[in-house]
């Protein structure tokens, strides 16, 4: 199943978030994240979190139209984001695309991206989608595909501790076997040398964004 997560952060251009939708998806909102579904004229499935963004008026069009609403305590340990990616994941999802995770505070905007790394998602492709950014991880023993174009941005930043047996293709510097070591930045600003490259890790979590460069028309 491929679920679609709508977070109440900065969406960015709504047609970048439209084109990542697509026919059958499971649409989740974290929350205030409702208000950007709506907006775009889509009928979430579920709505996860303290529901402190919601008045009466948005209760009442969400459940009119089937939508569940799984409400939790305000003072919870987890963010409406992590309430929706774990309930995404316990409903089947296999692919999560996250959209309005990024902008406004910093502190949430960190969190949202570290949340990519959650155990719940292992053997999940999760991802952050924020205008011409993706954000993924990659674990250990694990490969991702970017697809994108000549010229396109990839960077490489270690999560928790040094990465190591990284091979990647398709990118200008390309490793073999590679090491990444945690708070380096070497991994900054590859770039993409085909239409399609591919990250390998052998140990550890790798954040990779990738970040499609604008071309004159």
Do not use: W
Not at 5 to 19: E, K, Q, T
Not at 22 to 33: E, H, K, N, S, V
Request: hydrophobic share 45%; aromatic share 2%; with cysteine.
């Amino acid at each position: 199943m491929r679920a679609i997560i709508f977070v109440n952060g900065d969406l960015g251009d709504p047609a970048v978030a439209r084109a990542q939708l697509r026919p059958g998806d499971f649409i989740i909102c974290a929350d205030g994240g409702t208000h950007h579904a709506l907006a775009l004229g889509v009928r979430p499935h579920a709505v996860v979190g303290d529901l402190d963004s919601l008045d009466d008026e948005d209760r009442e069009t969400l459940a009119v139209s089937g939508c569940e609403l799984l409400a939790h305590p305000a003072r919870k340990d987890e963010t409406d984001m992590e309430l929706a990616l774990v309930y995404a994941v316990e409903r089947g999802a296999t692919e999560v695309v996250i959209l309005g995770a990024l902008g406004g505070r910093l502190d949430q905007s960190l969190a949202n991206v570290l949340l990519l790394a959650h155990p719940a998602l292992a053997g999940v492709e999760a991802r952050i989608v924020a205008g011409s950014d993706t954000v993924l991880v990659v674990r250990g023993g694990e490969e991702r595909v970017l697809r994108g174009a000549v010229g396109d941005t990839v960077s490489l930043l270690p999560l928790g501790g040094d990465v190591t047996g990284i091979i990647t293709t398709g990118l200008e510097y390309p490793l073999r076997d590679g090491i990444l070591r945690f708070a380096l930045a070497r991994g900054i600003s590859n770039v993409m040398t085909a239409a399609e490259a591919r990250v390998r890790v052998g140990n550890g979590i790798l954040l990779v964004i990738h970040t499609v460069v604008k071309r004159g028309t």
